[in-house]
């Protein structure tokens, strides 16, 4: 077992993406950013002592107090506190917790949807592929944002307020998912279109394996290195869009607040003085972006072959 462990370890090191990351100062970094933020947000009650959701342990006597560098702030609340005494770090932690959540999920769903319409047009061909690529077409006219608040908008309709309130993360999750598999199927599709045509696929198909196996056992394998390069950015994307969708007041509910809802509640406050209740989260959702876009240009300049 132990030396299974130590060649494991003795691959992954000699590896050329390990060593283009240890190479790479932007990934370390990003790689570094991310692992604190998902730590933090994930076991966000080991990092700080305030559950911003709890009406017992809140005060409105330290509503409005600035961060702890400024002349009226107090030590225990290092980026102050909101208009109901919540702690700013503590409801970061928990919102970011919430936003990940809604963006890796609709990545998710996202990627198992094109993936699966773009292989199998790509392996199938004929009628089937032309009108799965000119539903992609069609799709990839209308930006993301807006078919997004289109799906809300559909679902807002079919549903009832309160039933749309407590399904609102499900329905937030479809909405992002179903406006960004186009670019997950255009890939998939465009990369089978190269491997079906493999001596391995049709000595596969020679020998009498059926299409699912040489699909998704066979061809999938390979054509992962863009997929998981498109669904990094794409996580960026998501998350974006869901604080665009809450900022706009149709994501989450205000009760289970993400980073979009924090910064459409700190806006109202923004002109009147207490400008960290916004200034934090936006920034924030800045960083996190940022890092996921730096992580996934690093993984598209290593895992694309033509760029090495």
Same mark, same amino acid.
């Given at each position: 077992?132990?030396?299974?462990?130590i060649?494991w370890?003795?691959?992954?090191?000699?590896? %050329?993406?390990?060593?283009?990351? &240890?190479? +790479?100062?932007?990934?370390?970094?990003?790689?570094? /950013?991310?692992? *604190? !933020?998902f730590?933090?947000?994930?076991?966000?009650?080991?990092?700080?002592?305030?559950?911003?959701?709890?009406?017992?342990?809140?005060?409105?006597?330290?509503?409005?107090?600035?961060p702890?560098?400024?002349?009226?702030?107090?030590?225990?609340?290092?980026?102050?506190?909101?208009?109901?005494?919540?702690?700013?770090?503590?409801?970061?932690?928990?919102?970011?917790?919430?936003?990940?959540?809604?963006?890796?999920?609709?990545?998710?769903?996202?990627l198992?949807?094109g993936?699966?319409?773009?292989?199998?047009?790509?392996?199938?061909?004929?009628?089937?592929?032309?009108?799965?690529?000119?539903?992609t077409?069609?799709?990839?006219?209308?930006?993301?944002?807006?078919?997004?608040?289109?799906? %809300?908008?559909?679902?807002?309709? &079919?549903? +009832?307020?309160?039933?749309?309130?407590?399904?609102? /993360?499900?329905? *937030? !999750?479809?909405?992002?998912?179903?406006?960004?598999?186009?670019?997950?199927?255009?890939?998939?599709?465009?990369?089978?279109?190269?491997?079906?045509?493999?001596?391995?696929?049709?000595?596969?198909?020679?020998?009498?394996?059926?299409?699912?196996?040489?699909?998704?056992?066979?061809?999938?394998?390979?054509?992962?290195?863009?997929?998981?390069?498109?669904?990094?950015?794409?996580?960026?994307?998501?998350?974006?869009a869901e604080?665009?969708?809450?900022?706009?007041?149709?994501?989450?509910?205000?009760?289970?607040?993400?980073?979009?809802?924090?910064?459409r509640?700190?806006?109202?406050?923004?002109?009147?003085?207490?400008?960290?209740?916004?200034?934090?989260?936006?920034?924030?959702?800045?960083?996190?972006?940022f890092?996921?876009?730096?992580?996934?240009?690093w993984?598209?300049?290593?895992?694309n072959?033509?760029?090495?």
């Amino acid at each position: 077992m132990g030396n299974k462990k130590i060649t494991w370890l003795n691959r992954v090191k000699n590896s %050329d993406i390990y060593y283009s990351f &240890i190479k +790479s100062p932007t990934a370390i970094v990003s790689t570094f /950013i991310l692992i *604190l !933020i998902f730590f933090c947000s994930f076991f966000v009650e080991f990092v700080t002592p305030y559950n911003p959701f709890d009406p017992s342990s809140l005060s409105l006597m330290d509503a409005f107090t600035p961060p702890s560098w400024t002349e009226d702030g107090l030590a225990k609340f290092v980026l102050g506190t909101d208009g109901q005494g919540r702690d700013m770090l503590a409801t970061i932690l928990y919102g970011s917790r919430i936003s990940l959540i809604v963006g890796f999920s609709a990545v998710i769903f996202a990627l198992v949807l094109g993936v699966g319409l773009g292989l199998s047009a790509g392996y199938f061909g004929g009628k089937y592929e032309m009108i799965v690529m000119r539903l992609t077409d069609v799709q990839l006219t209308v930006p993301s944002i807006l078919m997004a608040l289109l799906v %809300d908008g559909i679902a807002r309709g &079919i549903i +009832s307020r309160e039933l749309h309130d407590e399904m609102a /993360i499900y329905v *937030l !999750i479809f909405a992002i998912g179903i406006s960004e598999w186009p670019q997950f199927a255009r890939v998939s599709r465009a990369a089978t279109l190269v491997e079906k045509n493999k001596d391995y696929v049709s000595a596969s198909t020679i020998i009498g394996v059926s299409n699912l196996i040489i699909m998704f056992k066979h061809i999938l394998p390979n054509i992962l290195r863009p997929i998981l390069v498109i669904g990094t950015i794409g996580l960026a994307l998501a998350i974006i869009a869901e604080a665009t969708l809450s900022f706009l007041g149709v994501g989450v509910p205000p009760t289970t607040p993400s980073l979009g809802t924090l910064i459409r509640l700190g806006n109202d406050f923004l002109f009147s003085g207490e400008w960290w209740i916004t200034f934090f989260p936006a920034i924030f959702l800045v960083i996190l972006a940022f890092s996921i876009n730096l992580l996934g240009d690093w993984m598209r300049d290593t895992l694309n072959p033509k760029l090495n």
